[in-house]
């Protein structure tokens, strides 16, 4: 496996956390911040290989006719469309 070095700057609390955990692990500090990093770039690709393998058959049709199933009622209070993007929608 090649290795590639990477100066990191952390937060001293996000550092001594770190830390605290690697040694509770039994490893060290760079092992620890290492495979923190792989778990959360795996976490990304794997979820990013999930949404797109559930929008691969998306079509615009087919979200008109959900949408059509949606009951037709008033808009909570909260969730309606800012002004803002209300104007560009139309």
Known sequence: MS??????KLPASV???AARLAKSDGVSLNQWIASAVAQKVGAVETAAEFLR???AGATESGLA????TVASRPVDTGDEIP???RRRVK
């Open 53 to 55: 393998t559930r929008a």
């Open 65 to 68: 006719a959900f949408l059509e």
């Open 83 to 85: 002004e803002q993007l």
């Open 15 to 17: 550092k001594d956390a």
């Open 3 to 8: 290795k590639a070095t990477y100066p990191l």
